[in-house]
């Protein structure tokens, strides 16, 4: 092995390789680009020297790549070298088919940026990685694959993570054409994602494709390509030897197709059969590319410490460059000579570009950061909570009974209503998740609803909140509304980055080009009387409240509920808002305030008429009571709480408001602080945890707002919930409420 560096030896290597590649006899009978390059393949002259071109683009690009961090100048340096077969599956789609790709799959990129007239892809890659403001997609906030024009959705550096979502954008490609609504994609598109051999074995991705065969066993469209490029590495660890092919060749719904890398004719005929069976069947298929992984994992990676030196030299023979240009050669397309220069040209035009680019500014300001994160015009959304649907719908809808002239509702009945009214507001929603359908969900709140708006939009999903939430990712970018269910709080978390890191991240790395808006319901929080124990109680949202970006709603009654759903999917329509609309269970079929049989909690189903006066601001808090001695700040279950602690108050003389906060994120801050000054004591109740809980960030907000007066809280033990009678020992009472209160009025 010399001393070179990785990046100079593959360049010495490949230069030396093309340079002796061995010519074409002289005698040969002149080539027709238009012919395949090889008897019985579907690649052309023409296309190969196409995609050849990509191929030394890429390999440019990761070159510069280093040079680029060797100069301080460039921030990423993972590469796509030895990858380069992937150049072969854009050849074989459409540039308007959705792609979601690998870190690797760079010379995907150059080729289809090449499809793509006006394109720049090198530009494009460079001003990733030197995270210049003029990045197409990301603008400079990340390192990463993606062009709207080019139908290549970013992706994050989760790896697997985007599978999920390939698997909604497939499902949303036939749905949107089923539903008749508009889509982003051709009615007969289809998603191409790839990922690597080690992130083939993530539970993500195994989700992910489960779902994909699931949905397509039964008979439903499901038009995705999965493509694992496999190099046989995860950074430092071998994939075991045929694993790929042994875990996915066989599996039910899931048609193999396979090609060595560095055989481009092969990888094309792999990549177009896939693609048709994909396309023409509507079916999932896997597309198993072999390659090799040049350079390490990354700059910072010292392979030789894992590798041996045969072993890495080994792998320059399979250089797909090579195999490219041998075919080429062989065919009388390029000489030898013609190929070197090809790519020493391309190695100087990515330098040429690569100086330009590097002077080109990086975000300049916080201002400048976030301006994508999240953007809200509540004047609008405010306009479209009104939104409704035609009297006649509504009352085919609701089958004649308009809720709004029937009985005061619960919380679970006005989420219903409030559901049948968005279903048919906007013809573009869909509502899912476990038990969602025929049964209705396991608390009633989608009863009646599938029936009504038919399975194409109101239907049962198999049972796993990462798909779950795919489906949603997927299909919101493809241009549906989705409302997901999560059965629970407590099963959210193993689904979280789903939320985290793909939906509430798209907006930012995309630079607003991309938006995933959703309203993703969850069932929880704790007093579930009867039904107990820690996973159907949870009272944990830290998770959620330092999501940047997201809403976080918890509706405490039925009209706010209705109000707040109609806010919520307004701001998705608007802003492209993720929301997540947190309801307490215990609180679904609650009647009563007060006394058993008051009817306090139900509440008449507000009219379309009377929506934008009933509109819930996101943000924006509701006050009971105009009581001068304190403020009981609170949410969920603490409303009822309050309340009931309020009127305890009030009989011995103590004047007590209660502030529903309403919303968890944004906090509504305004009404807080305009009830503390009118109170000067503030207990905040809050029956999330003590560390992590809300009341960190309530209190949190009135100290920095300069809150002088008296200021204490209430919350939930740090512990997970016990079942029985226990959980009353850590989750917040009355009494304790009360205690707390009178406290605020001793010296
Ligand atoms: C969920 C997650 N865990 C760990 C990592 C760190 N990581 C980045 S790449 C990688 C290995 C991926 O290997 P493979 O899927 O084979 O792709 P390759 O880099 O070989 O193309 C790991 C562990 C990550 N990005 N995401
Ligand atoms: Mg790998």
Redesign the pocket.
Known sequence: MSDLTPDAALDQHLRHALATLPPRAPDAVAPDPGEPIRAGSGLTGAMALALYDAQIGNRALDLEARALRATGRGFYT?GSSG?EANAAVAAALRPSDPALL???SGAFYLARAAQVPGSTGLHDVLRGLVSSVEEPIAGGRHKVFGRHELAVIPQT?????QLPRAVGVAFAIDRARKLGVGSAWPADAIAVTS????????S?AVGAINAACQVSYQGLPMPVLFVC???????S?S?PQGWIEAAYSNRPALKYFTADGDDIAACFDAACAAADYVRSRRAPAFLHLRVV?FMA?AGTDAEISYRSPAAISADYDRDPLLGTARLLVSAGLLTPAEALAQYDARCVEVHEIAELVSVEPQLGSVEAVVAPLAPRRPDWVAAGAARAALPDERATAFGGKLPEHGEPLTLADSINRALADALAAYPNAIAFGEDVGRKGGVYGVTRGLARRFGAGRVFDTLLDEQSILGVALGSAVSGLLPIPEIQYLAYLHNAE?QLRGEAASLQFFSNGQYRNPMVVRVAGLAYQKGFGGHFHNDNAVGVLRDIPGIVVAVPSRGDDAAAMLRSCLAAADIDGTVSVFLEPIALYHTRDLYEPGDGEWLSPYVAPELWTSAHAAIGRGRTYGSGRDITLATFGNGVLMSLRVARRLADVGVGARVLDLRWLAPLPVEDLLHEAAATDRVLVVDETRASGGVSEGVITALVEAGYTGRLARVAATDSFIPLGDAANHVLLSEAAIEKAALELFGT
């Not at 550096?157 to 993570?161: E, K, Q, R, V």
């Not at 490029?229 to 950074?235: F, H, L, Q, T, V």
């Open positions: 993972i990858h690998h870190y690797r550096s989760t790896i697997a993570s990922f690597g051999d080690a992130s083939a074995n993530h993500t490029e496999d190099n046989g590495i995860g950074i660890v994939t992984r994992h980055d």
